[in-house]
């Protein structure tokens, strides 16, 4: 038994997402998101359901907290709803909305507990959906002036801020497959939509620069290991093409001021419009990179692979099988993402916002659920991170996927994610083994090999 000893001030923390965990979806003035409109129609997610009450943290944050605390967590990753804030999206604040976070982000200041706050996690208001959603260019002022309002409520209190959470999934999965919200199949709608999501965040980088609030911002993107199938040329340009529309579109205007041209080349009309000077815009200096991972796969030419000709194949370690929700086990791509990206960031902080998995949980009479998938998934993340930082990566924190089981998007209640299991029928929160786990790593700040 090696233990691997993390740098000294390394955060560790969970993540949860408001939509995912909140509940409340219509109280004290909230207004209707894309995902409460999402959910309420019919067909749209698994057993038909919906975020309506999901763990009920809008009403049992403090109860929340105070588990937070009992775990030993130093960081809390949370999104703030839109909705709450703006029900209809820009126009009157609602400041019952805001008092919530207002009241979340005291109680963890008083348990000791990090703030990583992120603007958007894909719950856009419906009212603006109405008016084009991420598609219609005004996007990034209504955004700019979303987060403008909550700068001046909670900007003296967050350590970290995050514009957005893994954009692609909103403007590709939301607009171009259809299958999350808004639930649209439109190509040129979702390049344009990703454009937008790039301008709004360079806007709210801006409004935060000149507000001089106090912590530090950045954006959350999912940066997956990708790997091309073969060494055919095929195979390598399918791959190009994959990176570049599913990573390059953001990480490269965020960080190098460029579109992908490969890329841009191959979508051609579909292409999103880019005016004079959006560049300059969106490519702000930005103070740290989070970072989601989950999964490393091979992308492959395939002449039926939609617009980019491409398709992917989940790796996986032969001794692990498969998640629930079919994403691999593959730890050292984590590492590889780390050193890849470091390459373009150099020394730039970054943070993993994201990484867990949803296995098979077998509770016993109890509600205990000895996960030990869990443990072991986590630990070999973990023990890749530390390599990366031993070569020289500047990764300053990890949250895990997530605090709690909650509402899995389109894949509504079924896969379970969280160290702590929910039962959705009392409320009750009872940590997995794969909490009394992360607490004692926590308290050791190492990983044992
Ligand atoms: C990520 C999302 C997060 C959660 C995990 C499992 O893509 O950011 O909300 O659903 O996947």
């Not at 403090?62 to 999104?79: C, P």
């Not at 939609?306 to 929700?325: A, C, H, I, N």
């Amino acid at each position: 038994m090696i233990s691997k000893q993390f740098p000294e001030g390394f955060l560790w923390g969970a993540s949860t997402a408001a939509y995912q965990v909140e509940g409340a979806w219509n109280e004290d003035g909230k207004g209707e998101s894309v995902w409460d409109h999402f959910t309420h129609t019919p067909g749209r997610i698994a057993h038909g359901d919906t975020g309506d009450i999901a763990c009920d943290h809008y009403h049992r944050y403090k109860e929340d907290v105070a588990l937070m605390k009992s775990l030993g967590l130093q960081g809390y990753r949370f999104s703030v709803a839109w909705t709450r804030v703006l029900p209809q999206g820009t126009g009157m604040v609602n400041s019952s909305g805001l008092d919530f976070y207002d009241r979340l982000v005291d109680e963890l200041g008083q348990a000791g507990i990090r703030t990583n706050v992120t603007l958007n996690h894909w719950d856009l208001p419906q009212a603006l959906q109405e008016r084009g959603g991420w598609t219609n260019r005004d996007s990034a002022e209504w955004f700019a002036n979303y987060a403008r309002v909550v700068f001046d409520r909670l900007g003296d209190r967050v350590a970290l801020w995050a514009t957005h959470n893994e954009p692609v999934v909103i403007s590709l999965v939301g607009y171009g497959s259809g299958v999350f919200a808004p639930g649209l199949a439109d190509q040129s709608q979702a390049y344009q939509a990703a454009h937008h999501l790039n301008l709004a965040h360079g806007k709210a980088v801006q409004v935060f620069r000149q507000g001089g609030y106090k912590g530090q911002i950045g954006i959350v993107l999912d940066l997956h290991n990708l790997i091309p199938a073969s060494d055919s040329l095929d195979d390598r340009l399918a791959w190009q093409r994959t990176i570049e529309g599913s990573q390059g579109i953001f990480f490269q205007p965020i960080f190098q001021g460029e579109y992908p041209s490969y890329l841009m080349d191959w979508l051609g009309p579909v292409a999103p419009k880019v005016q004079d000077g959006d560049l300059d815009v969106i490519h702000q200096p930005l103070d740290f990179l989070g970072m989601n991972y989950y999964f490393t796969s091979e992308v492959g030419y395939s002449a039926g692979g939609g617009l980019l000709k491409s398709e992917q194949r989940q790796k996986t370690l032969p001794s692990m099988g498969y998640t629930e929700v079919g994403w691999g086990f593959h730890p050292s791509g984590l590492r590889n993402v780390l050193l890849r990206v470091k390459d373009t960031v150099g020394n730039l902080p970054i943070y993993i916002t994201e990484n867990g998995c949803a296995v098979q949980d077998v509770p016993d009479k109890d509600g205990y659920v000895e996960d030990r998938e869990r443990v072991n998934y986590l630990r070999q993340h973990l023990i890749e991170l530390h390599k990366a930082i031993q070569q020289g990566v500047n990764v300053r924190g990890y949250f895990i996927w997530s605090l709690m089981d909650n509402f899995e998007w389109a894949s509504g209640f079924g896969p379970r994610f969280g160290i702590v299991r929910v039962d959705y029928d009392t409320q009750r929160r009872i940590p997995k083994l794969s909490a009394r786990w992360y607490m004692d790593m926590i308290a050791q700040n190492a990983v044992v090999e």
